[in-house]
T-cell receptor, first 112, second 109 residues
Framework: DAGITQSPRHKVTETGTPVTLRCHQTENHRYMYWYRQDPGHGLRLIHYSYGVKDTDKGEVSDGYSVSRSKTEDFLLTLESATSSQTSVYFC???????????FGQGTRLTVV | QKEVEQNSGPLSVPEGAIASLNCTYSDRVSQSFFWYRQYSGKSPELIMSIYSNGDKEDGRFTAQLNKASQYVSLLIRDSQPSDSATYLCAVIPGGKLIFGQGTELSVKP
């Protein structure tokens, strides 16, 4: 499996606080993705990156920002967490456009 | 219209039967198509990729692609209880990796 590590694995936070999730990969993959997964909705794309400092929005980007200052790290920030952002977050990476992607272990985030 | 659509199921088949999972997509520029399996509480894992029209077989799994009909399917032969999981279809229009909502498969002994 690709070396993709998400941190933290679990987090409980209070409404209104900022939260940053980290995705770290050791595969030198160009593309990185952040998804959230909720019952009945499958995997929904939040943001993705196609290179260092190159990012674009997905279908559910409101309330989220991302940064990618180096190839191996892709950060997802919730500027002011809300209860609707309680979810399981997955990171995925692939080496190039149209190639197979691999997932991290996921982060379970609870906003209370 | 969603970019990738799957029947959410659940799809229930008896052990040893063929399970057929279907997926349609809306963006004709998509060139790559994937099937992932996800067990409850786990990350999705890639089981099949297909890039050309026709069939691709890997063990008990066969992926079928029809770009003209914008349709991709996954057949699982000799289904086993261990195949019980959610199966996710994915496509990559323009660099974005987009998933369907997944089909829950239950294989009954």
């Amino acid at each position: 499996d690709a070396g993709i590590t998400q941190s933290p694995r679990h987090k409980v936070t209070e409404t209104g606080t900022p939260v940053t999730l980290r995705c770290h990969q050791t595969e030198n993959h160009r593309y990185m993705y952040w998804y959230r997964q909720d019952p009945g909705h499958g995997l929904r794309l939040i943001h993705y990156s196609y290179g260092v400092k190159d990012t674009d929005k997905g279908e559910v980007s409101d309330g989220y920002s991302v940064s990618r200052s180096k190839t191996e790290d892709f950060l997802l920030t919730l500027e002011s967490a809300t209860s609707s952002q309680t979810s399981v977050y997955f990171c995925a990476t692939n080496p190039g456009q149209n190639t197979e992607a691999f997932f991290g272990q996921g982060t379970r985030l609870t906003v209370v | 219209q969603k970019e990738v659509e799957q029947n959410s199921g659940p799809l229930s088949v008896p052990e040893g039967a063929i399970a057929s999972l279907n997926c349609t997509y809306s963006d004709r520029v998509s060139q790559s198509f994937f099937w992932y399996r996800q067990y409850s509480g786990k990350s999705p894992e890639l089981i099949m990729s297909i890039y050309s029209n026709g069939d691709k077989e890997d063990g008990r799994f066969t992926a079928q692609l029809n770009k003209a009909s914008q349709y991709v399917s996954l057949l699982i032969r000799d289904s086993q209880p261990s195949d019980s999981a959610t199966y996710l279809c994915a496509v990559i229009p323009g660099g974005k990796l987009i998933f369907g909502q997944g089909t829950e498969l239950s294989v009954k002994p």
